[in-house]
């Protein structure tokens, strides 16, 4: 698993919230920061868990990990008088120093796993990354007595979220000059932008809500309640139609050899004069196996979902895009049996390689090696694999509701 690590914000006072507890507080059955920390646990990619609560709090929240089963997983901490306290603290209860940060607030139930993985993706290629949704109201600026200032332009306007996610390096130097100046910030993109370095947004979700009032609660069941009957309805369309409850996929893809490019196959760097051409990583046998995953799942194909000619994926690690297809899946109510996989290269070889390829596709689909088949095949020389012009790959893959 990747050193990364998420630290969820769970200290606040909850003032507008009327004396609820709102991350103690139940929505569907589970404690509102239960499903935080699940998403993110669902995720696949974070080897550290950082939960930050209130000091007087602590006994409650170390008996509701324990009680779910979580306190291996979760580290707890305990927050400061500011939310940027609060992640300080989350940092230093760290074991590790990880390569890449998320902050998340606890008060978020509904965040999606695909949204956590595009926003770790995005980080990894500019630094520092959010989720965010276009503003839809008209806004205002005002001054001391209430007057209209001036109306900014909507179009420029992003209302952010949570995750925001940081190369840990970067946003150790951000807090440190913040800490020197005597600053303090209720964003953590703010603290980023203060010490200069830009933030990327990528798209939010519109019920990525946090709780901030007690009538939230309510309007967050509702938005659980669709997610789950959305699974739900899919189920029952397919039992109705008498379709069985497992599904297989085809998957294929090709591209070109050419120098002064890596080679990347199944998500190992593999020593050759030649690499793969791509937007991506061009990582021909994970790109095969992501197009077996959605064709199972009737969700298109990975142009439909990392279109080609977006520069956010851009020499992207085609991995931590199959962590993307596996966690979407997962949304939909599925469930990954097992995958097999077929390189087709008349050179280098690849027999040395595969073990550590069906370990890196495991960990992409959040399964075990042994549910993953990687062969590898030559053409004796026919058609333009078999005269070195290019790799191509093929994949099938079976899920399960």
């Not at 914000?9 to 589970?30: C, E, F, H, N, P």
């Not at 332009?153 to 005597?182: H, I, N, W």
């Not at 039992?239 to 497992?246: A, I, Q, T």
């Amino acid at each position: 698993m990747e050193q990364n690590a998420a630290i969820i914000v769970s200290g606040g006072k909850g003032a507008r919230m009327g004396g609820i507890d709102k991350q103690l507080a139940l929505l569907g059955g589970t404690s509102v920061v239960l499903w935080s920390l699940r998403r993110f646990l669902e995720a696949g990619c974070f080897g550290e868990l950082v939960l930050v609560c209130p000091r007087e709090k602590k006994e409650r929240y170390q008996a509701l990990l324990e009680q779910e089963g979580l306190a291996r997983q979760v580290t707890l901490a305990v927050g400061g008088e500011s939310r940027q306290q609060s992640v300080f603290a989350g940092i230093r209860a760290l074991r590790g120093k990880p390569g890449y940060l998320a902050v998340h607030d606890g008060a978020r139930p509904l965040i999606a796993a695909t949204t956590i993985l595009a926003c770790l993706e995005a980080a990894k290629q500019y630094g520092a990354a959010a989720a965010a949704v276009p503003v839809k109201d008209t806004l205002k600026e005002v001054d001391p007595q209430g007057f209209v200032k001036s109306t900014p332009d909507r179009s420029c306007l992003k209302a952010v979220q949570t995750p925001q996610v940081f190369r840990f390096d970067l946003y150790e130097r951000a807090m440190e000059l913040a800490r020197q100046e005597g600053l303090d910030f209720t964003d953590d993109c703010q603290l980023a932008e203060h010490a200069g370095y830009p933030v990327y947004l990528v798209p939010g979700q519109e019920d990525n809500m946090k709780l901030t009032t007690p009538e939230d609660i309510p309007l967050a069941e509702q938005l659980l309640e669709r997610q789950r009957m959305g699974a739900a309805l899919t189920s029952q369309k397919e039992e109705k139609r008498g379709m069985p409850c497992f599904r297989v996929g085809h998957g294929y893809d090709v591209h070109r050899l050419v120098e002064g490019r890596r080679l990347v196959l199944g998500g190992v760097e593999i020593p050759w004069e030649k690499g793969l051409l791509g937007h991506s990583d061009a990582d021909v046998l994970t790109h095969a196996l992501m197009d077996s995953l959605l064709g199972a799942a009737a969700l298109g194909d990975i142009g439909k979902l990392f279109p080609d000619n977006d520069p956010a994926y851009g020499g992207a690690d085609s991995v931590q895009l199959l962590k993307r297809v596996a966690a979407l899946l997962r949304e939909q109510g599925w469930q990954i049996g097992n995958v097999d996989v077929t390189a087709v290269a008349q050179a280098p070889k690849l027999k040395p390689y595969i073990s550590r390829m069906r370990e890196k596709l495991a960990e992409g689909c959040g399964i075990s090696p042994e549910q993953v088949n990687v062969k590898a095949t030559t053409e004796e020389g026919l058609g333009f694999t078999g005269s070195g012009e290019g790799i191509s790959a093929h994949s099938v893959a079976m899920i399960f509701r």
